[in-house]
T-cell receptor, first 113, second 112 residues
Framework: EPEVTQTPSHQVTQMGQEVILRCVPISNHLYFYWYRQILGQKVEFLVS????????KSEIFDDQFSVERPDGSNFTLKIRSTKLEDSAMYFC???????????FGQGTRLTVV | GQQLNQSPQSMFIQEGEDVSMNCTSS?????WLWYKQDPGEGPVLLIA?????ELTSNGRLTAQFGITRKDSFLNISASIPSDVGIYFC????????????FGKGTRLHILP
């Protein structure tokens, strides 16, 4: 069964450092998303990406965040200067043309120290 | 903001019991989704609902899209130990590629 894969599974970084979270969406999907989940809380939307551009972003997705699809398979989330409050699980998701349901990856646990 | 109010927050039940949880919103949703999340994993879609009034089953799970499009419930019949986890309701206001808005989750515990 096709799946969304995310790497790394766990990343520890020092405050102020840049991190890049990587995702390989399902191969024929066209819509890509990042969500985050602070420990013990609900899953929150960050950004959606379609046709090589951001289609929507939340208020969480400020200038410190950026997304990129550098090639035909990867979808990345970059946080330029991490803060302690960026510590969370980050989930990538993708969905296909015509409105198939979004599939989520296993997540990357980001710990900022 | 777009809030989904999910209840209960947590449930403690005996194995074999039926479970019911629900979600309400002040806004209309075009799609209602129910996900399960196990510890350290991503949300896994259980049931998707696309039409007001729709009742859909997936094994022991049954979910309904409320007629007002502002609520949904999920029932689990004859619970088993592997049902333990967090269940999230979620919705989409636009098309199926729209962002997903999640509720705060219902944590299900099953007593031996």
């Amino acid at each position: 069964e096709p799946e969304v894969t995310q790497t790394p599974s766990h990343q520890v970084t020092q405050m102020g450092q840049e991190v890049i979270l990587r995702c390989v969406p399902i191969s024929n999907h066209l819509y890509f998303y990042w969500y985050r989940q602070i420990l013990g809380q609900k899953v929150e939307f960050l950004v959606s990406f379609y046709n090589n551009e951001i289609s929507e972003k939340s208020e969480i997705f400020d200038d410190q965040f950026s997304v990129e699809r550098p090639d035909g398979s990867n979808f990345t989330l970059k946080i330029r200067s991490t803060k302690l409050e960026d510590s969370a699980m980050y989930f990538c998701a993708s969905s296909g043309q015509g409105g198939t349901e979004a599939f989520f990856g296993q997540g990357t646990r980001l710990t900022v120290v | 903001g777009q809030q989904l109010n999910q209840s209960p927050q947590s449930m403690f039940i005996q194995e074999g019991e039926d479970v019911s949880m629900n979600c309400t919103s002040s806004s209309i949703f075009n799609t209602w989704l129910w996900y399960k999340q196990d510890p350290g994993e991503g949300p896994v879609l259980l049931i998707a609902l696309y039409k007001a009034g729709e009742l859909t089953s997936n094994g022991r799970l049954t979910a309904q899209f409320g007629i007002t499009r502002k609520d949904s419930f999920l029932n689990i019949s004859a619970s088993i130990p592997s049902d333990v986890g967090i269940y999230f309701c979620a919705g989409q206001r636009g098309n199926r590629d729209d962002k997903i808005i999640f509720g705060k989750g219902t944590r299900l515990h099953i007593l031996p």
